[in-house]
């Protein structure tokens, strides 16, 4: 059974102008120089990807499902612990990087995108849960895992000195005042 915590007004999945999952433009804009994307984003730890692989319920090769998968990071590293991968993503400019690297991936956001009876040991998402409609999302993923199968969201954290955060964030605020993101507001060590 899928649950899911009660609505806050203000989460890392909400911001001033609403969900994170309803502003398209943004969540769609890192195509724009996906091939500088590919190369500039950071990987996941390996130990991250064994975790996930040993906790599916594959008795063969894991079939794993890649929500919001961009230019394949995260997809490239499950391949290459011998799983069977499929992308999704709703920008065909970051599919095509993905692709070029021999991942297979459908254009589509996860909510509308046709699962045509398939089925996953996993559906995971690196850094991308926040643009997927978290309701949904979860009902989705869901439907498409097997029994005893695995929803992985995870993402980057990033914790540099207090100093340097603070500094940054007020860069980031002037020279990107419309980001979804306000850093200024969390502290170093902040658990809010």
Not at 43 to 64: D, H, K, M, N, Q
Not at 151 to 163: C, D, K, N
Not at 167 to 184: G, K, T
Request: proline residues 9%; negative net charge; charged residues 20%.
């Amino acid at each position: 059974m899928v649950t899911l915590p009660p609505e806050h007004s203000q989460s890392p999945l909400t911001d001033s102008r609403g969900p994170l999952h309803r502003q398209r433009q943004v969540a769609e804009s890192f195509g724009a120089n996906a091939d500088r994307y590919d190369r500039a984003r950071p990987t996941y730890p390996a130990a991250l990807v064994e975790r996930i692989v040993a906790e599916s319920p594959a008795t063969g090769v894991p079939e794993i499902l890649d929500v919001g998968c961009g230019t394949g990071i995260s997809g490239r590293l499950f391949q290459a612990a011998g799983c069977q991968v499929l992308g999704v993503d709703p920008d065909p400019r970051m599919a095509e990087v993905a692709r070029s690297s021999g991942l297979d991936v459908e254009v589509a956001t996860f909510e509308e995108w046709d699962a045509a009876g398939r089925d996953y040991d996993a559906v995971v998402a690196g850094t991308a849960w926040h643009w997927v409609d978290p309701v949904a999302g979860a009902a989705k993923a869901a439907r498409v895992l097997r029994p005893g199968g695995r929803l992985a969201l995870f993402w980057h954290v990033f914790q540099p000195p207090a100093e340097l955060a603070r500094a940054s964030a007020e860069v980031y605020h002037r020279v990107v005042p419309d980001s979804p993101f306000d850093l200024r507001g969390r502290p170093q060590g902040s658990t809010a």
